[in-house]
Every structure is written in C-alpha cells, then in structure tokens.
T-cell receptor, first 110, second 113 residues
Framework: QKEVEQDPGPLSVPEGAIVSLNCTYS??????FMWYRQYSRKGPELLMY????GNKEDGRFTAQVDKSSKYISLFIRDSQPSDSATYLC??????????FGKGTRLHILP | EAQVTQNPRYLITVTGKKLTVTCSQN?????MSWYRQDPGLGLRQIYY???????DKGDVPEGYKVSRKEKRNFPLILESPSPNQTSLYFC????????????FGPGTRLTVL
C-alpha cells in the first residue's frame, strides 16, 4: 500500500459546482497536511495547510482532515474556470521530509 | 522580486555526461529541496537541506548529489545521468521546513538520451 493515494482524474465539473478532492494515507504518524495547486507548466503553490485533525476554511476553499479514517479532503465552492489545475495533497510527520500524492487534474467547464 | 530560479530550464544530454542544475533563492530561506515530477508517479522528493551544510536524502536520492555551501544556492548534480533520470525537476525553498510554505521554481525539463 502506497503511503499517499490520490485519484489522478481527470475530474470535470461545470462552473459553479462544488468540487471535492480527496487523498487517503496509510502512515498514522502524519501530522501536517497540505494542498498544493499546480497550473500547467508551472511549479506547485501552497493552497491550504492543516495541522492534525479538523477543518480549515479560506475563501472558497475548505480543507478537512479525518485522522481516524486517514482521509483528507479539499472542497472548492462556486468553482471557476480559473480553478482548472492539478491539485496535489501533501503530508509530513516531521518538518523536513514531505510526501506528495500523485495529483488530481481538475477541469472546470464554463 | 522574491523568487526561486533554476537553470537551465531545458536540457537534453547523453548518458554519462555529468551535469548540474542550479537553484537559487533570494528570500533568505533556511530550507531548500529538490523534487522530480513524472507522469503517473507524481512529485517525489530527491534531497533537502534544512540549513547551510546540512543536507539529507528524500525518497528518491539514487543517482543524485547536492551541496549547500551558501544559504541561497542548492545545486543538483547528476554525476552520470541515465535515461531513467529524464524528468521535470523542481527546486523549492521555505522559511524553515517542509511544512512551511514552499516556493517552487519554474522547473527544469531534463532529457537524458
């Protein structure tokens, strides 16, 4: 079993829909959970960061961590065509190494 | 402008010819890291550095070397490149660690023939 699993997609949704992106993981020691967004031909950029369990909201984005299920989610409300990108989850149990998921390609259809 | 720069952006080389990909940041960041990104395999950490003269292996260090002699620079060295090192490489830096906001460079696309 891989440490971090993420469905590569692609995921296509109409503009304005709520998008749900997910990752599962196997290492219960993970404490830090992140979501990065990567536009085509660009480097990733940090979108959301959560420590341990719980929810975090930032504008149209909500990150959820369920450590009991080893499951994290990113929700995008009122999705826009500009949200079309690859979304990578990332996790760490210490502050030096980091494990990324394979990324989910998201297409928001106008 | 705060940024991470990488050079070259594109490189085609042949098996066994040593090469260096440079990475430089102007944000006075302590932490720097190298990643490779491959279709179907995602983004994987090669090496990282918590501070000057402190480097350590990530998940896929085989065939790579790094050095951190100055805070701003973190070059990636391929002593004897092989075709399986054909990939898109990203350098990143952050204020203090992997879980801090990492700022990524624009990427270096390497092809080894």
């Amino acid at each position: 079993q891989k440490e971090v699993e993420q469905d590569p997609g692609p995921l296509s949704v109409p503009e304005g829909a709520i998008v749900s992106l997910n990752c599962t993981y196997s290492n219960s020691a993970f404490q830090y959970f992140m979501w990065y967004r990567q536009y085509s031909r660009k480097g990733p950029e940090l979108l959301m960061y959560t420590y341990s369990s719980g929810n975090k909201e930032d504008g149209r984005f909500t990150a959820q961590v369920d450590k009991s299920s080893k499951y994290i989610s990113l929700f995008i409300r009122d999705s826009q065509p500009s949200d079309s990108a690859t979304y990578l989850c990332a996790m760490s149990y210490r502050d030096d190494k980091i494990i990324f998921g394979k990324g989910t390609r998201l297409h928001i259809l106008p | 402008e705060a940024q991470v720069t990488q050079n070259p952006r594109y490189l085609i080389t042949v098996t066994g010819k040593k090469l260096t990909v440079t990475c430089s940041q102007n944000m006075n960041h302590e932490y720097m890291s190298w990643y490779r990104q491959d279709p179907g395999l995602g983004l994987r950490q090669i090496y990282y550095s918590m501070n000057v003269e402190v480097t350590d292996k990530g998940d896929v260090p085989e065939g790579y070397k790094v050095s951190r002699k100055e805070k701003r620079n973190f070059p990636l060295i391929l002593e004897s490149p092989s075709p399986n090192q054909t990939s898109l490489y990203f350098c990143a830096s952050s204020l203090s660690g992997a879980v801090d906001t990492q700022y990524f460079g624009p990427g270096t696309r390497l092809t080894v023939l």
